[in-house]
């Protein structure tokens, strides 16, 4: 290793993993390293992190870093940090972390939210934040706290989300990074700041003077301590920036820059995101909207977890075969023709809180690849309902860029751009989340102007993949059948809801 070249270091704090990441300024990938990361499920519905453990597991990634890649702390120029969006790390009055981080995928406050949306409160948020209402958004989760754990709540002395803990841990500042605090109902979307009267709506305006100050993406947050240089081998004093929401870092590294091409996400949610330069109200969707890293410009998005990771679960239970094994499979499977449909909503849903996953159509003929064919589709099919909203909304995209590991199978891209219609462009880079959280370091360091400069230095490789028309056509009465089946059940939940009534 040339000790006389600099590099980045960027962090990705997700659902399963937590990565990191040594790249040059030019955009070379020098190494990654991976730690597992534990998602505790002390009560049905509830999905936690302890946050010492995820510390730990931070530290021992870069350690391991800097050695594999024989690298001394002080060529690392800048840090950045780029998690998943929504949940809840909590410190206590003294600083220390209370109880368990909470993650995005927590269900816990289901029927909070179920009460919110019949008491009308979703309306009256969303014109101040453009946010809706999930079970994993921080205010969700502290007004159940206030409500189930009182104790617990009255002890808060910081809020914040995973990349916010984890710089504080790195530099011992604490902050909110923007583009994530942006989508946690907090936060005033014209205003750009905290607005108190959003906590006064939900009930819980005692946290007001725990909300740290923000920091912009690209900002300097904060310094390496010398106690974290100690344990890490980074040099003390390396700057850290604020950080990115994932979304963010996967749209970075998509290439987006306006409103011609849109990123889907196939990871563990299904996201389809759009950049634009302003706020614009549409009379049939509530977009979501978040602050993006370059001044003047927001980031929409659609999204639900509702993608590969029922994938992973169904490859566990049905008796996992080898990636290459199960796409050849799927491949041999007439492709549109099967009968079989699945609705991919283990971890949640984005047809209605009650909705449930599951098969439908199976018969004694079937095997196991007609299953794993279903999920293929389903998975497809709930993208659809994503990004046919988002198409609704940026007319003028013609192409969908598609990053996450999905992208490795040949089989699951084709079907996708069959499915939607559309030419696919597939990132050939595997790790979005460190990647883009080691351009906003260069940025915000100094190494580039802005975002927009970096992508056109680094301009990743992309592989196309152009739609079927004929197959579109025949997938088209398939995605019909799956929508028919979707509105079967969300009547079968209303009429439950009647009866228990």
Avoid at 218 to 224: F, M, T, Y
Avoid at 300 to 311: I, R
Avoid at 427 to 443: D, L, N, R
Wanted: aromatic share 8%; with cysteine; proline share 4%.
């Amino acid at each position: 290793m040339n000790h006389d070249i600099d590099y980045w270091l960027g962090i990705d704090c997700g659902g399963t993993y937590l990565k990191a990441g040594l790249y040059t300024l030019g955009g070379q990938e020098v190494g990654i390293v991976r730690q597992t990361l534990s998602t505790l499920t002390p009560t049905p519905g509830h999905a936690e992190r302890d946050m010492e453990q995820l510390w730990q597991q931070c530290q021992k990634a870069i350690r391991e870093l800097l050695t594999e890649s024989n690298t001394a702390g002080e060529q690392i120029k800048g840090i950045g940090i780029s998690a998943q969006g929504k949940g809840l790390f909590l410190l206590d009055k003294n600083d220390q972390p209370l109880g368990h981080g909470i993650l995005s995928s927590d269900r816990r406050a289901l029927e909070l939210i179920e009460a919110w949306q019949q008491a009308g409160i979703p309306q009256q948020l969303y014109p101040i934040t453009r946010q809706t209402l999930w079970t994993g958004h921080p205010v969700s989760l502290l007004r159940w706290i206030k409500q189930d754990q009182p104790e617990r709540y009255r002890e808060i002395g910081c809020v914040m989300m995973s990349h916010d803990f984890l710089r504080w841990k790195l530099t011992g500042k604490k902050a909110c990074e923007e583009t994530n605090i942006s989508e946690s109902n907090l936060y005033n979307m014209q205003s750009g700041q905290y607005d108190p009267q959003l906590t006064a709506l939900l009930e819980i305006s005692e946290i007001d003077n725990c909300l740290p100050p923000l920091v912009g993406a690209s900002d300097i947050a904060g310094k390496v301590t010398q106690d974290v240089a100690a344990v890490t081998g980074l040099a003390a004093g390396t700057p850290v920036v604020g950080g990115l929401f994932d979304v963010v870092s996967t749209a970075i590294c998509a290439g987006l820059q306006d409103e011609f091409s849109l990123n889907a996400v196939m990871g563990t949610w299904a996201v389809t995101t759009g950049i634009t330069q302003g706020i614009s109200d549409h009379p049939h969707h509530a977009y979501v909207y978040g602050r993006y890293v370059n001044a003047g410009q927001y980031i929409v998005h659609e999204a639900s977890p509702t993608s590969s990771g029922n994938l992973e679960w169904v490859m566990g239970q049905l008796g996992t075969p080898s990636f290459e094994q199960m796409n050849q499979e799927v491949a041999d499977v007439a492709a549109e023709g099967g009968d079989v449909f699945f609705l991919p909503f283990l971890y949640g849903s984005n047809a209605g809180l009650e909705m449930k996953a599951g098969f439908y159509g199976i018969q004694a003929q079937h095997k196991r690849a007609h299953l794993l064919q279903a999920v293929f589709e389903g998975v497809v099919f709930s993208h659809m309902t994503h990004l046919k909203r988002m198409r609704e909304r940026f007319t003028e995209a013609k192409t969908l860029r598609v990053t996450g590991g999905s992208t490795r199978s040949t089989v699951w891209m084709q079907m996708l751009a069959d499915i939607s219609g559309l030419p696919l462009e597939l990132s050939e880079i595997e790790e979005t989340g460190c990647f883009g959280a080691a351009i906003i370091a260069m940025v915000g360091t100094g190494g580039y102007p802005d975002v927009n400069t970096a992508q056109a230095a680094i301009h990743p490789q992309m592989r196309r993949v152009l739609p079927d028309p004929e197959r579109n056509q025949a997938y088209q009465q398939k995605y019909f059948k799956y929508q028919c089946l979707v509105e079967a059940l969300q009547g079968f939940h209303s009429r439950i809801k009647e009866f228990m009534a």
